[in-house]
């Protein structure tokens, strides 16, 4: 399937909003669940501030949770496309 390269620039813009927003939902659900199990004060309610009061590495961990949602969610998106693409 020939593609031309309007049509990939798109694509790539539709994999990364989607991706993006979908895996940040996610990156937001894993960095609450991840604040609640390290016992920060709030649980759900508590904001970047409680939880790096809470401690450094929570806070760490919880940044990276909502880092890495948004990314992964791109990079599952494009792979997802590829394979698509490489069976059509």
């Not at 709030?42 to 939880?51: D, L, N, P, Q, T």
């Not at 992964?72 to 997802?80: L, S």
Request: proline share 1%.
């Amino acid at each position: 399937m020939i593609v031309t390269t309007d049509v990939k620039w798109r694509q790539w813009l539709i994999d990364l909003v989607a991706g993006g927003v979908i895996g940040g939902i996610v990156g937001l659900i894993v960095a609450l669940n991840v604040a609640i199990l390290l016992g920060v004060e709030g649980g759900y309610e508590a904001g970047i501030g409680e939880v790096f009061a809470h401690g450094v590495l929570a806070g760490i961990l919880w940044l990276a949770a909502v880092v890495a949602g948004p990314v992964t969610g791109v990079a599952v998106a494009r792979r997802q496309r590829h394979k698509r693409e490489k069976s059509a």
